[in-house]
């Protein structure tokens, strides 16, 4: 800036004025400056001068970086930000960092607002670590006062899951949880609530997040529970099962029909053609978005829980079971 006010012939403070937009300046002085700035490739400090505001314009987003629903949340929410004129800091919740690290980072970073993609940690701990930053939580329903929530109908997700499979005819159906944690909670019970619905007896499988653990849970199988059908708790453990299962000669759809939740990228690629139920992520995105804003922007202070409605996608891993498995 001084270079800039040194070949303007103007003081320092004249330069800042201008390349604030203030008022005060002449035209031509303006011209002048703005000149010699394009001329010396002179950029803003942009986060300096939203500091000296008070103001850092950032949202501050968890994610699982292996979870492909993630990234496509993540997307969608940089895009929905960045067109009200913010920025995006992600902060990873795998691997090296666990999740209170992610989101003490976030804080430490200064991010206005917080947007957490399934967080799995007790709700007084999340209550603790966020404290007087707006946060939003999408996924996963938690009752805190000052903390917003978006989240998919997972039981009615489970349910669609269900009701197609006991629509094709299928009268053994297992359910592979998604482990620990809120969500999983509620889209076990959901599940259990479907089969007595239809007059079925359940079969839960202990699964987890991971391919991996939805392969290892065809291990808790029993050999004579006769089950022609598995609805997992997301794509990944779903992923997992169809892999374990090709490999173990299994033929999916006729001997086994899998579905999944989240309809992930995968999911839609034709070579896993998975049926699963679709979260919305592209309205939680925006949603969320804007519910953070709310509180930057227009200082709303009461909170909201939003619950975005499901569909399943039906592709080609389910069908009728066969008539040797019925």
């Known amino acids: 800036m001084q270079d800039v006010a040194d070949q303007a012939g103007v003081s320092k403070g004249l330069v800042s004025m ?6 005060g300046p002449s035209a031509a002085t303006r011209e002048r400056v703005l000149g010699v700035a394009a001329r010396l490739g002179y950029r803003g400090d942009r986060t300096a001068a939203l500091l000296a505001r008070r103001r850092t ?17 993540a997307e969608e929410i940089h895009s929905a930000a960045e067109a009200a004129g913010y920025e995006v800091v992600l902060s990873s919740t795998a691997g090296v960092q666990d999740e209170d690290h992610a989101i003490e980072t976030l804080v430490d970073s200064r991010c206005e607002a917080l947007l957490l993609l399934g967080p799995t940690l007790a709700a007084a701990r999340l209550a603790a670590l966020v404290e007087a930053v707006p946060t939003v939580v999408l996924g996963r329903p938690v009752d805190l006062p000052d903390v917003d929530v978006v989240r998919a109908d997972d039981v009615a997700g489970l349910a669609q899951a269900v009701d197609h499979l006991a629509g094709l005819g299928h009268r053994r159906i297992a359910h592979v949880d998604g482990g620990a944690g ?32 939805g392969a290892g ?23 997992g099962l169809l ?4 490999r173990s000669g299994v033929d999916v759809p ?25 979260q919305g992520y592209l309205e939680q995105a925006r949603v969320a978005v ?23 996608q039906v592709r080609g891993s389910t069908s009728p079971p066969s008539r040797a498995a019925q």
């Open 18 to 23: 201008v390349l604030s937009g203030s008022s």
């Open 57 to 73: 314009r950032t949202l501050g987003v968890t994610l699982i970086p292996g979870n492909l629903y993630h990234g496509e949340l």
């Open 182 to 213: 809120a969500i999983a909670d509620v889209r076990r019970e959901a599940y259990l609530t479907a089969m007595r619905r239809h007059g079925l007896d359940p079969l839960v499988l202990p699964g987890g997040l991971t391919e991996d653990e």
């Open 217 to 239: 849970a065809l291990d808790a199988l029993p050999g004579s529970a006769g089950v022609t059908a598995l609805v997992a708790f997301n794509d990944r453990t779903a992923i």
């Open 243 to 246: 892999d374990r299962l090709e």
């Open 254 to 278: 006729r001997a086994m029909s899998v579905t999944g939740f989240d309809d992930s990228p995968l999911a839609r690629h034709s070579r896993i053609d998975l049926t699963s139920v679709a």
């Open 290 to 312: 804007r519910l953070a804003l709310e509180r930057l922007e227009d200082g709303r202070t009461e909170r909201h829980e939003i619950v975005v409605p499901t569909r399943l």
